[in-house]
Each structure stands twice: as structure tokens, then as C-alpha cells.
């Protein structure tokens, strides 16, 4: 062995031990199907300036409602601008709005439930005000916000987001109940464990296996949600390729085009696909009694 | 205790050479290995052992109730009155039970539909199984309830589960399992989750019915109270084989295996051990007309009130063990609740140090926590799953200011004391037995160093050979830190053994209060007296 490849061997050992902790992830086919789902999502949205084979936004009239062929491999629209560019930087509209908006309402669902779940004279207030929200239609409220504040990729995010909150906070209060009559928790507290510490060390890391789950079921509805939003006109701003917005331009053409609506109406459905798939075995990977549960 | 001459009848049960494997991730091959045995009618045959034994197993396989993608049988055969089980059909498994062989559990909350009225519940197995018209089948029913001795047979037939007591929903689950007149009736467990005179009436109903209908019953426990109360013959198992079987009195009375001989010295004796006086001590903790009120409060409807402490009043001296016994819902664990300050008490003093604890705040009581400790009875939830060992034990001394190595060093310390190894420190609770989780909980309650240890049934989830070996332990402990500590049992033999005093608490009262000696020699009050008769197995001393 040359001295050159002994320095490295302690790394790769580490780095061998490090993938072998995640095993339990990838012997679950529904972990490996859905996330390399995901992965090629992902990875297309992240090298969309490279993949891409004309400039999204970059219109040629003369071109105009192609069908798919060597040059233009999804066809083009209605002004002929390029359906596979512009469905692959649709990608990356899908997949941020997906997870901020996942991210974004499980830290603050979390929070809002761990504190309602463990104090019991908070929780009566904050479950109605969650009631209330809840009873606000999401559709509505985004179109709202896209009326006051302009129509932007921040807006919609908030807008999906908003409705989000109450479903994480309900499912985390759920939990969090149950978690605080442990004895495992009593017993802490009478070790004199003071309440922040008792919700950091014993209740959060319970919670974190139904959390990630609910997590992908989130960030699966959110971008169902960005497409319809953006279908409807109430989404991100027209100019910009999403894929609700290339499927709302292109349905009055679906009779003589079909592909515009077509191919990211597929990859809509592959990604929220993968979210969902591997969500279900993150579900039976990580808790498997709430596999049976559920 | 009828006498039986052997093989002069066809047995009811023969199971022969019986081996089930276990899939191939767990501890061992077998669930259960070569297990012969045989049910007469008219014969109550009693498995017992320990968690772990096979005897579940055992009765499952007998109804065909195995789950078959874990549990296979690989070898033996089972057959109830001549015809073979294994090789039922699934439609033909299903007339055998119920008309042949049924089965009643160990929770009848569970067991039983909570949707379905009880009387439909028994009604069922008549319309599944029989062509008896609807009026027959009432009037059939009726009489299965007289015969469970169940009251008010008319509006308990339209009643649901949960509106009835434990021991009554035990009786409709017999009468259920009665209601085909089955030449087998296979019991696992069946008053594993009930107090202790219910389960006196539940067992004696047993023996009438078995009397009565000349019922082969396989009983399934792992209380030789229970055994010496019921069995006429009995057989022990231990990890999935048979180790000694025979009639009750051989086996209870002259043990030839080992094991058996073990397990029989574990069960505590009903007769207190005379224990020296602790007068002279100092007294670590008192409570005067301590008191527990819940209110449930609705918004539309009126609000109620339940005491469940009343004018509870006692003093612990250093060095002393105090048992509270009682059935559920007694008020037992409302007062180890109060005392370790998980719920505040409505009114009264808990002393210790002459500071009054049940009036301060919750921040003013955080420095005085460590004084009062608590176990509980659920090893399997009382440690957080996601923490280790070490982290558990060093967790409250840390909360109080001592350092991670200091406290780690002993955590250490503490769980050799305890009898497990010092570098289990590092592993997480999911990697430990029952009895060695319950270990490790007494050590993190002792890490604290308290003055007062508030125990709450911790050796109620245990196999009595671990039960034997815990209490040993907290009898060391108690000697070495001079602990004073709160004993709550449902189990008159452990308190027996583990008290100096004894309070008798019935309906959230100290109905009697006293010396374990006095007390167990003569019971003064009515419900202490009927507690004590419905203690299973009296006559035998045991060990």
C-alpha cells in the first residue's frame, strides 16, 4: 500500500461506519424507490442551467406549438418557447416551494405543540385559535395575500404555509399528551428536570420519527397546492416557469398541444409521488408501530 | 381437592411432541419444544412460568390463533377430542372453536367489541354457530348469564363494555366462551389484570363451571398463588419446554427440578418477617389530612368531584418501610403522586425537614426534590428510549449542579451497586430485562440521594424470580442509605415481607393503619379482612 492511501484509510473507515448507519434506510425499498425519485428531481433542478437546451423564457413564434422532436424534446408552447426547459427550472420552483414550506410549518407547528401539548392552561387557547385557522379555506387566504402583497414565490410559500401550521400543531399536541403522562417523563421531573430541558431532551426526540413523516406529506401537498395556485393565476408571478403556470398557459391549447400540459403534469406527479412513497417508508423505517397504527 | 385416577377417561387435550420455531432474529429456535401434555374432563390443568416460557404460545397453538408469519409449527401434534388441529382447515378451525374449545384473555376490556352491546356480544357465537331461532337464543343467553353469576340480566344485556366493572366484563367474556358448551376451555391469564378479590370470585366461578359442565380447562398463569387455588395438576415451563409437571400438591409442596424449587422460594410469604423496631429513628416524612380532590369540569354540564385521598395521615421514620396496599382505584397511587409533588394535593402537610411541601410553589419545592424519589411500576416506560443508561442516572444530580464527569463517575458507581455492569453506561434501555431496567430506575432515584424513596408497585410488572431478586435489593439499599421508604403494593405477600407498617387504603381512605405483624395476625377492619381471604393461595406457605 502506498503511504499515499494509509492517510486516507481512517477517513474511509469513518466514512464507511457513516453510510453503514443508514442501512436501516436503504434495505426499505420504498425509502430507496421514493427517494431516488426525489433524488433525480432534485438533481435536474439543480442542474437546470446545464441541462437545459433553449433559454426558458426566450420566445420563437416561428416555432410555435411544435410537438416533441429532436430540437425541442417536450415541444414548445403557444409563443414557442421550449417546453423542457422549461419544465426542468419548473423543478426548482416546485421543490423550494415544497420544502420551505414543509420546513417552515414543522419548526413552527412544532413549537406551537410542544408548548400547547405540555402546559395545560395554554393549550384550551392556542388549539381555538388553531380551530380558527383551519377554518380559513387555503385557496381563498392565498388569493388574498397575492391580492394585498403582489403575487410572489415568498407570498406563496406564507399562503400554503399558514393553513399548514394547525395540522403539525395538532398532530405534535397528539403526541406530546401521551408523551407527558409517561412515567419516563415523571421521572424527570421529579429529578428536578426543568421544563425547557424536559420537552428538549425527553419529549422532542420522541416526537422526531411522526414528525419527519408528517413532514413529507407536507411538503407533497404543498407543491399540489403551488400548481394549483399557480394554475388559477393566484401563484408565482406568469413569467415564471412553474409547472402550474406551463399547464394553465397551456390548457386552452390541450386539444392541438397536449404535450404543454403533459410532461409537467408528469413530473408533478413522479415528485409528489416520490415525497409520498418515501414518506411511507420513513413511516415504517423509523417507528414501526406507527406503521400499524396508521 | 378431587383426587383423579389417570387415563381411566379419554382426555379432552392431548398435545404431543409440540415444537413451534420463532423467527430467525430471535433469542432462541423455539417458542416452544416438545411439549406433551394431556386435559381430562373435569380436570383443571395449570401451565405456569415465567414471561418468556411458552406457555402463551402453548394455548394459542391449541386454538389455532398462532400469528404464522412469526410462529411456525415444525414438529407434533395437537388434537381435541381425537381430531387434529394442525391439520384443520381454516373454515373447520373456526366451527372447533367456540363449539369445541374457546378461550377467554387476560384484559376483557380488549377482548370484547366496545361498539357492541353486551348481550349481542354473547348472542354471536349462538348465531354463527347454531340454527337456534331468536327467542331460544335469548333465553339461552339469559341463563349463561345466571350462570357467571351476573346481576340485573335485562339492562346488562343492553349495556356496553365500558360501562361495566373489570370482573364483570371478565364473567361476560366466560359466558361467551361458554355459550357453545365446549368440551375445552383454555384461560391465559384470566385475572392477571384484576384485583385481588374479583380475582377470587372469577376463580371460583371457574371451578363451579368446570364442575358443573365437566369442562376440561388449560389454565394459563404465572402466579402459584392462582396454581395452588385452582390446578389439580400442574405443569412448569421454562424457555419454551416443560421442566416438571404433577399434581398440585407434589409439585407445590415437594419440588424436584430446580428451577421449580426456585420459583416456588420466590413467592413471598404471607407470613411477615419480624422486623427490628425503628421507634428510635428519626421520622423522615409525615403527612396529616392529606387530601386529593379532582374536579372534572365541563362546559355545558354540571361539574363533579372525586376525592380520591382523603384524610390521609402517617409518619415514616429513616430506616422504615411503610406499605400502602389496596385494589385499584383505592387511592394508592394518588398518594405516592402527591408526595412526590406530580400532582399537587388539594389540602393537608406533607412534612419533611419541618418544611410543609404540599402548600409551596413548584419553584420554591425544586430544591427540596431531591429529597423524595420516585420508581414506578412500568420498567418498560420509565426510562426514556431514546437516552442512554449513563445520561438517565446522571441526569438529576447534573440538574443540581454537579458536573458531567462527577455525575457520570456516579452513575457508574451506582450501577454496580445495583448489580449491573459499570460500562452498560453507554447502552440504551431497549438493550435490558425488565428487572435490570427496574435496577437502573432505582439507581437514578438514588442518585439524588434521597431521603425518601416513594416505590410505587415496582415489582408488580416482574417475573417473580426478578420480583424476588429487586426487593432483595431495595432491603440492601434501604440498610445502607438508611432510606425511608413508600411502599405501594396490590400484592399482600410482597408487602408482607417488604413493610414494617401497613395502611390499608379503600376508596382514597386508611381504612386500617398498623404494624405488618399486627395487622396480618388480626385484621380489625371488614375490607381488610375480605382482602386477606381473597389472597390466592392462603394455605400454602411457599417458600
Known amino acids: ?294 | 381437592m378431587t383426587t383423579y385416577s389417570m387415563k381411566s377417561v379419554d382426555p379432552v387435550l392431548v398435545i404431543d411432541g409440540l415444537t413451534v420455531s420463532l423467527p430467525p432474529s430471535a433469542e432462541r429456535v423455539h417458542a416452544v419444544e416438545q411439549v406433551s401434555l394431556e386435559v381430562l374432563p373435569r380436570e383443571i390443568l395449570c401451565v405456569v412460568g415465567e414471561s418468556g416460557s411458552g406457555k402463551s404460545v402453548t394455548a394459542h397453538s391449541v386454538m389455532g390463533l398462532l400469528p404464522e408469519d412469526q410462529l411456525k409449527t415444525v414438529a407434533g401434534t395437537i388434537s381435541v377430542l381425537g381430531e387434529s388441529i394442525i391439520d384443520a382447515s381454516p373454515q373447520r378451525l373456526r366451527q372447533l372453536r367456540g363449539n369445541r374449545m374457546s378461550m377467554i384473555f387476560q384484559e376483557p376490556m380488549t377482548a370484547l367489541n366496545p361498539v357492541m352491546s353486551l348481550g349481542r356480544q354473547i348472542e354471536e357465537a349462538l348465531t354463527e354457530h347454531t340454527n337456534m331461532r331468536s327467542r331460544d337464543r335469548l333465553e339461552r343467553v339469559y341463563s349463561l348469564m345466571d350462570a357467571v353469576n351476573l346481576p340485573d340480566k335485562e339492562s346488562l344485556f343492553h349495556s356496553y363494555p365500558h360501562e361495566i366493572s373489570g370482573g364483570q366484563r371478565q364473567r361476560v367474556m366466560i359466558a361467551m366462551a361458554l355459550a357453545l358448551e365446549p368440551a375445552l376451555l383454555i384461560a391465559d391469564e384470566p385475572t392477571t389484570a384484576l384485583d385481588v378479590t374479583t380475582q377470587q370470585q372469577i376463580l371460583n366461578l371457574i371451578k363451579g363451571i368446570q364442575n358443573d359442565r365437566d369442562t376440561a380447562v388449560l389454565f394459563i398463569t404465572h402466579d402459584f398463588g392462582v396454581v395452588a387455588e385452582i390446578a389439580h395438576r400442574v405443569i412448569v415451563m421454562k424457555d419454551g419446554s416443560i421442566v416438571e409437571s404433577g399434581n398440585t400438591a407434589d409439585v407445590l409442596g415437594n419440588p424436584r427440578n430446580d428451577y421449580t424449587k426456585m420459583l416456588i422460594q420466590s413467592v413471598p410469604s404471607l407470613v411477615p418477617k419480624t422486623r427490628s423496631s425503628k421507634l428510635t429513628k428519626p421520622i423522615a416524612i409525615s403527612t396529616r389530612s392529606l387530601e386529593k380532590t379532582y374536579q372534572t369540569k365541563s362546559f355545558f354540564g354540571r361539574s363533579r368531584t372525586v376525592k380520591a385521598a382523603n384524610d390521609i395521615s402517617f409518619d415514616i421514620r429513616r430506616g422504615e418501610t411503610l406499605g400502602i396496599v389496596g385494589e385499584s382505584g383505592s387511592g394508592k397511587s394518588t398518594v405516592a403522586r402527591c408526595i412526590a409533588r406530580l400532582v399537587d394535593p388539594s389540602a393537608g402537610e406533607i412534612r419533611i425537614n419541618d418544611t410543609n411541601i404540599a402548600e409551596i410553589s413548584q419553584r420554591a419545592y425544586r430544591p427540596l426534590r431531591k429529597h423524595i424519589q420516585i420508581v414506578f411500576q412500568d420498567p418498560y416506560r420509565s426510562l426514556n428510549p431514546r437516552q442512554t443508561v449513563g445520561r438517565a442516572i446522571a441526569e438529576g444530580p447534573m440538574n443540581y449542579g454537579l458536573g458531567r464527569v462527577e455525575a457520570t463517575a456516579r452513575a457508574s458507581n451506582l450501577l454496580s451497586l445495583v448489580g449491573l455492569d459499570p460500562k452498560a453506561l453507554s447502552r440504551y434501555p431497549h438493550q435490558f430485562s425488565g428487572g435490570q431496567r427496574q435496577r437502573i430506575c432505582i439507581a437514578r432515584a438514588l442518585a439524588m440521594e434521597p431521603d425518601v424513596l416513594v416505590a410505587d408497585e415496582p415489582v408488580s410488572a416482574l417475573d417473580v424470580s426478578v420480583q424476588a431478586q429487586v426487593l432483595e435489593l431495595l432491603k440492601d439499599l434501604q440498610e445502607k442509605f438508611e432510606l425511608a421508604i413508600l411502599f405501594i403494593t396490590h400484592d399482600l405477600r410482597v408487602a408482607a415481607q417488604v413493610s414494617d407498617n401497613i395502611a390499608v387504603m379503600y376508596q382514597g381512605k386508611i381504612v386500617e393503619h398498623g404494624s405488618t405483624e399486627a395487622i396480618f395476625q388480626n385484621p380489625k377492619h371488614e375490607y381488610t379482612k375480605r382482602l386477606f381471604n381473597a389472597a390466592p393461595g392462603k394455605e400454602w406457605s411457599f417458600s
Open chain 1, 1 to 294: 500500500m502506498k503511504p499515499q492511501e494509509e492517510k486516507f484509510l481512517p477517513v474511509l473507515q469513518k466514512w464507511k461506519q457513516f453510510a453503514g448507519s443508514f442501512n436501516f434506510l436503504t434495505a426499505n425499498s420504498s425509502v430507496m424507490f421514493g427517494g431516488s425519485l426525489l433524488l433525480f428531481v432534485a438533481t435536474t433542478a439543480l442542474l437546470a442551467p446545464i441541462l437545459f437546451t433553449v433559454e426558458p423564457t426566450s420566445m420563437h413564434p416561428i416555432d410555435r406549438l411544435q410537438g416533441p422532436s429532436q430540437a425541442f424534446w417536450f415541444g414548445t408552447d403557444m409563443y414557442g418557447r421550449d417546453t423542457y426547459s422549461r419544465t426542468i427550472f419548473g423543478c426548482r420552483i416546485s421543490l423550494v416551494v415544497g420544502f420551505s414550506v414543509a420546513v417552515l410549518s414543522i419548526s413552527i407547528g412544532l413549537v406551537i405543540g410542544l408548548v400547547a401539548g405540555y402546559l395545560r392552561w395554554l393549550d384550551a387557547i392556542v388549539m381555538r385559535v388553531m380551530d380558527g385557522i383551519m377554518a380559513i379555506p387555503g385557496i381563498l387566504l392565498a388569493i388574498a395575500m397575492l391580492a394585498l402583497a403582489g403575487a410572489s414565490l415568498q407570498t406563496v410559500i406564507l399562503a400554503i404555509t399558514i393553513p399548514e401550521i394547525p395540522r403539525v400543531v395538532r398532530l405534535v399536541r397528539g403526541i406530546v399528551l401521551g408523551l407527558r403522562e409517561e412515567p419516563y417523563v415523571e421521572s424527570a421531573i421529579s429529578l428536578g428536570t426543568r421544563t425547557p430541558q424536559i420537552l428538549i431532551r425527553h419529549i422532542l426526540p420522541n416526537i422526531m420519527a411522526p414528525l419527519i413523516v408528517q413532514g413529507t406529506y407536507v411538503c407533497a401537498s404543498a407543491m399540489i397546492l403551488e400548481a394549483i395556485l399557480s394554475f388559477l393565476g393566484a401563484g408565482v408571478p406568469p413569467e415564471t416557469p412553474s409547472w402550474g403556470n406551463i399547464m394553465a398557459e397551456g390548457k386552452s391549447y390541450f386539444q392541438i398541444a397536449p404535450w404543454i400540459i403533459f410532461f409537467p403534469g408528469v413530473y408533478l406527479a413522479l415528485t409528489v409521488l416520490g415525497v409520498n412513497v418515501l414518506g411511507d417508508g420513513l413511516r415504517d423505517t423509523l417507528d414501526p408501530r406507527l406503521a400499524k397504527q396508521l
